[in-house]
């Protein structure tokens, strides 16, 4: 299917976006599609982050619109069943397992106690074998390594069963072969029809595996394939300079 | 498998049943007058005994020992609650100040009262009492949430925890300076600690505030589970952070505050029986923890009861001995 048939999974129109009282982007138009891997670039303190937590509704401050799936007025709960949100920063979660951790992604679908039933069940079973983790699905995450404890955040985004998830960094606090597998990882997501949109700074990384690549420069978002993007990104972190 | 089994969940909680009625009949037991388990046994379920255990047991240390399990669990329960918000192992009613907020307004009223005629021997002066409490805990808790929303570092809200803890004892301090000697001795008693105060007629007042504050406590169950994962999961998981909060607060407030109106404030507990609980289930899931948990807090607070009456001592001199061990060994396993 061609790049623009699929449909729009999330729209910026006209968004301009702050962060302590720095504008970070102004009066950005982007369209997201679905079934696509997108990496979103920048320089440290360019917005990636800001605009990522805009669009998980972390963050509100900001004019223009975010659509989401032809809405731009959701509810949280109905926002929970459309976006999962990945972060970067390792919690300590004390006696938490892996189990219980993916199944808490199962939390926008059950009842008010969090009772899991069959269905939710096979759902986080499935997202544990898909980051991999099922042998270590009764250990507790905080004696995991970072690469699995990033992995089994991402299996409670998968739980969570949303068309869309976005990834804070998550190949931060990773070594080479853990940031391929969980670049990997993502494509595989992005392959069975999920919007999957990460910010990163591995640029290589980037421009081999995803389909899209967002660069925030300037004040701008700059978006195509990576192809289209190279002399872009190029440019912006001065790499003809070195 | 991703759950656990749930049959050492069930053994776990039936041992821990058991032990907070063997615990029960123990605390009732033992006394200034040494009475028989087997006559003690008697008087509860109304058999034949004689008169003078009867009144003993019934009017004396029925209600006492009520009130332990009352009090163990709801400390318990709200520091549970509180280290789950907070996201802090150490952080419980008494580190937060919580206590400490009740303690100021129960002063207030009992030493600043004292001269405007308020009595302590009506019903209505302990429920002026409690409202006191809540109001006092209350204010605490919106004022340390508003804190750790500020400075995001759970050192700095501990640290100004143990502030208001301090400013408040030195407010404390300066009451009972300039206090009449009756409210005074009254105010000195409250502080020390005590499960005996409450009469028969004050149980149900107490019983049913912390009734309350247990029903909010199970409707938050679910919430506390999202908030262990920090704001940002919890809001895009679909969780009203602002709602959740208040929830849990009006359930500690009830809880807490309830307890430290009618027991003065009593240390400890809340702050290391939630760890005891997540040690003996090995889970981080409140649907397993908060019932854990009310069963071991109504369980150690009868032991302590048990233990001050036997030593006559005040029982959160026993909590604290109790408490202070357990405390540091968290602080050693975080390491």
Redesign the interface.
């Known amino acids: 299917m061609d790049n623009n048939q699929k449909p729009i999974a999330i729209e910026l129109r006209h968004l301009s976006l702050g962060f302590k009282g720095r504008e970070l982007l102004t009066d950005v138009s982007a369209r997201f599609r679905a079934g696509e891997l997108t990496a979103l670039l920048g320089r440290n303190g360019a917005g990636k982050s800001t605009l990522l ?1 805009a669009i ?3 963050n509100r401050d900001y004019s223009g619109d975010i659509v989401i799936e032809g809405s731009s007025s959701l509810t ?2 109905e ?3 459309l ?3 990945v ?1 970067t920063r390792r ?15 199962r ?2 679908m ?1 009842n ?3 009772t ?1 039933r069959e269905a939710d ?1 096979e759902a ?2 499935e997202a ?1 074998a898909t980051v991999g983790l099922s042998e270590l ?2 250990r507790k995450v905080d004696s995991l390594s970072d690469g699995e404890a990033q992995r089994a955040m991402i299996a ?1 985004g998968i739980a ?1 069963d949303t068309p869309i998830m976005l990834l804070d960094e998550p190949t931060s606090f990773l070594d080479l072969p853990s940031r391929e597998t969980l670049a990997c990882l993502l494509k595989d997501i992005a392959l069975k029809g999920k919007t999957v949109i990460f910010t990163t700074h591995e640029l290589e990384l980037a421009q081999r595996y995803c389909d899209r690549i967002a660069l925030i420069d300037s004040q701008r978002l700059l978006y195509g394939s990576p192809v289209e993007m190279a002399p872009l990104i190029n440019k912006s972190f001065n790499l003809n300079l070195i | 498998m991703t759950l656990r089994p749930t049959s050492r969940t069930t053994t776990l909680m039936g041992l821990l049943a058991a032990a907070t009625l063997l615990l029960f009949i123990v605390d009732m037991a033992s006394g200034s007058v040494a009475l028989k388990f087997t006559d003690v046994a008697r008087a509860i379920v109304g058999a034949d005994c004689p008169e003078q255990v009867r009144s003993i047991v019934v009017e004396l240390r029925l209600p006492k020992a009520i009130m332990a399990m009352a009090a163990g669990s709801a400390l318990a329960v709200s520091g549970l609650q509180m280290q789950t918000v907070f996201r802090n192992p150490l952080a419980g009613p008494y580190v937060l100040g919580i206590s400490s907020g009740a303690s100021l307004m129960v002063a207030l009223l009992m030493l600043g009262g004292s001269a405007l005629g308020f009595s302590l021997t009506s019903n209505l002066g302990w429920l002026g009492i409690a409202g006191a409490a809540w109001t006092g805990s209350a204010a605490v808790l919106l004022m340390m949430l508003a804190f750790s929303r500020k400075f995001n570092d759970i050192m700095v809200v501990l640290v100004l925890g143990i502030m208001i803890s301090s400013g408040v004892g030195a407010i404390v301090q300066i009451l009972q300076y300039v206090s009449a000697d009756d409210a005074l001795k009254n105010f000195v008693i409250w502080t020390m600690g005590s499960l005996g105060n409450v009469t028969l007629e004050q149980l149900p007042i107490v019983l049913g505030a912390v009734a309350v504050g247990f029903i909010l406590a199970v409707a938050a169950i679910k919430p506390l589970n999202l908030m262990a994962l920090g704001d940002d999961y919890a809001t895009t998981m679909g969780l009203d952070l602002r709602r959740s909060r208040m929830l849990v607060f009006a359930s500690t407030t009830l809880l807490a505050g309830t307890i430290t109106a009618f027991c003065g404030p009593i240390g400890f507990i809340g702050l290391a029986l939630p760890h005891v609980g997540r040690m003996l289930t090995s889970t981080a899931d409140n649907r397993i923890l908060l019932p854990a948990t009310t069963l071991i807090g109504a369980s150690t607070m009868l032991a302590c009861d048990a233990v001050a009456k036997t030593f006559t001592l005040p029982v959160n001199s026993v909590t604290a001995i109790v408490g202070i061990p357990l405390i540091i060994w968290i602080i050693i396993r975080n390491r």
């Open positions: 937590r998980a509704g972390l949280p709960r926002r929970a069943r976006i999962a949100y972060a919690e300590r979660l004390g006696e938490m397992t892996v189990g219980q951790l993916v199944a808490l992604g939390a926008p059950t008010w106690l969090g899991l069940k986080v079973d544990i699905a009764n409670r969570q």
